[in-house]
């Protein structure tokens, strides 16, 4: 069974970090490309983010490009998103997901994707 689980979400300081990870169950995460989406409260779903099976192309949003950066570790079945200089507007909860494909095509169209983790929160708050 394909499973994506999401961790290291949290409470921040606006300008402060966290590293939220997205882990592979039952399947292999290295062949895939992933996609990491967040969800405000009264808002539509954001594809933010985009690393492609290689890991030789990544994707960002621009609400989030220079301060969020994706990576991943086939080692470790697993990818990650840097978010740094958080900012309260990034409060929302975020969720990794496959297509499964190999690339990043058209990466913020949800319906690209079949298998989605439970999302973690992230609140970025004083």
């Known amino acids: 069974q394909v499973q994506l689980v999401e961790s290291g979400g949290g409470l921040v300081q606006p300008g402060g970090s966290l590293r939220l990870s997205c882990a592979g169950s039952?399947?292999?995460?290295?062949?895939?490309?992933i996609g990491w989406f967040r969800q405000a409260p009264g808002k539509e779903r954001e594809g933010i983010s985009c690393i492609s099976s290689n890991a030789e192309n990544t994707y960002y949003a621009d609400s989030v490009k220079g301060r969020f950066t994706i990576s991943r570790d086939n080692a470790k079945n697993a990818v990650y998103l840097q978010m740094n200089s958080l900012k309260p507007e990034d409060t929302a909860v975020y969720h990794c997901?496959?297509?499964?494909?190999?690339?990043?095509?058209?990466?913020?169209?949800?319906?690209?994707?079949?298998?989605w983790g439970q999302g973690t929160q992230v609140t970025v708050s004083s």
């Open positions: 039952g399947f292999a995460l290295d062949y895939y490309a």
């Open positions: 997901a496959t297509g499964p494909t190999l690339y990043c095509t058209h990466y913020r169209y949800l319906d690209n994707y079949d298998y």
